[in-house]
């Protein structure tokens, strides 16, 4: 009679051991936001702007050059006795000026995504490393990155961006809302 009760019992002890042992503690967090919260992202940020400021200032001379490309086409075209080889010349010029333009602008565009790749690629790892450590610390198997909307559904109690923040000694910034004042609402016309 023992026997029958516990052989059911073993086996349910079993399975909650085995069930138990292969749990895993799934955390999430906002990455991207931890990211931006960073002091070296600032930093990074202004390098980043004075960067694309260089590289905008040489798209204003393509632009400059070609303004007054046309200038002098017009001019030239307005002469009683226009040269044509002129009016000619200056047309392949600003041709030419404006397929520079292009290629420099799609050349910068691949300039500024490789800038932002290099600034942000040490506080990424920072930011990583304290992620690992966060997660082994309060025991978590994986950890999701949800700032990029693939997240279907995340329990709150496991969110390891304060943990986070925390551990890089981020504090975040007080909210800059103005209180409303409070007092009678405006009633509807009718």
Do not use: C, W
């Amino acid at each position: 009679m023992y026997q029958s009760i516990i052989k059911p019992v073993l086996i349910a002890a079993t399975f909650l051991f085995i069930n138990q042992s292969f749990s895993q503690k799934i955390g999430h967090l906002n990455f991207q936001e931890i990211i931006t919260a960073m002091p070296e992202y600032k930093v990074a940020s202004n390098e980043y702007e004075l960067y694309q400021a260089a590289l905008e200032d040489e798209l204003k001379n393509y632009q400059a050059e070609y303004v007054a490309t046309e200038k002098k086409l017009e001019v030239e075209s307005k002469k009683a006795q226009p040269s044509q080889i002129r009016l000619k010349s200056l047309q392949q010029q600003m041709m030419t000026i404006q397929q520079d333009y292009q290629e420099y602008a799609q050349s910068m565009e691949d300039s500024l995504k490789a800038k932002m790749a290099e600034l942000v690629a040490p506080i990424k790892k920072k930011v990583e490393a304290a992620v690992g450590e966060v997660a082994k610390e309060l025991g978590y198997s994986h950890v999701i990155d949800n700032s990029y909307g693939t997240l279907l559904y995340a329990d709150e109690q496991f969110n390891l961006d304060k943990a986070v923040k925390d551990k890089l000694n981020i504090k975040d910034k007080p909210s800059s809302m103005v209180p409303k004042t409070v007092g009678p609402r405006p009633t509807p016309n009718r």
